[in-house]
C-alpha cells in the first residue's frame, strides 16, 4: 500500500519567502507528526496532529511556523519569512494510535533550503 | 524529561562481521525505545521497538537489540554485517503526554559496512 508521500522533495526559496510543505499520510492514520532534521542531527518534533486539531505544537520554533490539517488528513506545514537557519529537512509521519508503543511511518522528507 | 545519547557518530566494520551500536537514554519511567534506519534518500524505517514485554528485542534484517534498566542502555546488534546495512541507525525514546506520544531522537550513528 502507499506509505506517506511528502511534496516537493526538494525545495530552494529565496530567505524572507514564503513556503508549503506537504504531508500526505497513510490511509486511516489519525495520528500525524512533523519533525524537522538539521543537518548532522537527529530529527526534532514540531508539530502533531490528532485527527482536525494540533494537539501539541510545542516544538514549533516560532511563529514564523505553522501547520493545518484541515480535513483530518493532508497536513500542510507554513513557513513565513523564511531564513537561512530554516535550511533543514522537514518530515511527515503518521501513525493509526497515538500510543507510545505504536509505530510512525514516516515519509521521505521535503529538503528546504533557504539561500 | 526523556532523552537518548548515541555514543559513537560513526562506526565502521567489515562485511561479514558483528555490528554494535550503543544508545543510553535517560528517562523519569519505565520507557518506550525504537531503533530507526534511514537510508539515503529514503525515509526512516522502523527497525524494532521495545515495549517491555520482553528485554531481548527482535526487529527487522537480523538486527535486535536489548534493553538493560540497570546500565540504561538499548544498544543495537548484528551477527554478521552486510553491505546494504550501510545506512543511519537512530535511537528513539518515546516520551508520552496526556496520552499520546512523541519521539525524541539520537543524534545518530552512520553505519559504514566495507567489503
Known amino acids: 500500500g502507499a506509505g506517506v508521500s511528502q511534496t516537493p522533495s526538494n525545495k530552494v526559496t529565496e530567505k524572507g519567502k514564503y513556503v508549503e510543505l506537504r504531508c500526505d499520510p497513510i490511509s486511516g492514520h489519525t495520528a500525524l507528526y512533523w519533525y524537522r532534521q538539521s543537518l548532522g542531527q537527529g530529527p526534532e518534533f514540531l508539530i502533531y496532529f490528532q485527527g482536525t486539531g494540533a494537539a501539541d505544537d510545542s516544538g514549533l520554533p516560532n511563529d514564523r511556523f505553522f501547520a493545518v490539517r484541515p480535513e483530518g488528513s493532508v497536513s500542510t506545514l507554513k513557513i513565513q519569512r523564511t531564513e537561512r537557519g530554516d535550511s533543514a529537512v522537514y518530515l511527515c509521519a503518521s501513525s493509526l494510535r497515538f500510543d507510545r508503543y505504536n509505530e510512525q511511518f514516516f515519509g521521505p522528507g521535503t529538503r528546504l533550503t533557504v539561500l | 524529561a526523556q532523552s537518548v545519547t548515541q555514543l559513537d557518530s560513526h562506526v565502521s566494520v567489515s562485511e561479514g562481521t558483528p555490528v554494535l551500536l550503543r544508545c543510553n537514554y535517560s528517562s523519569s519511567y519505565s520507557p518506550s525505545l525504537f531503533w530507526y534506519v534511514q537510508h539515503p534518500n529514503k525515509g526512516l524505517q522502523l527497525l524494532l521497538k521495545y515495549t517491555s514485554a520482553a528485554t531481548l528485542v527482535k526487529g527487522i534484517n537480523g538486527f535486535e537489540a536489548e534493553f538493560k534498566k540497570s546500565e540504561t542502555s538499548f544498544h543495537l546488534t548484528k551477527p554478521s554485517a552486510h553491505m546494504s546495512d550501510a545506512a543511519e541507525y537512530f535511537c528513539?525514546?518515546?516520551?508520552?503526554?496526556?496520552?499520546?506520544?512523541?519521539?525524541?531522537f539520537g543524534k545518530g550513528t552512520m553505519l559504514l559496512v566495507s567489503p
Open positions: 528513539v525514546v518515546s516520551r508520552t503526554n496526556s496520552g499520546y506520544s512523541t519521539l525524541t
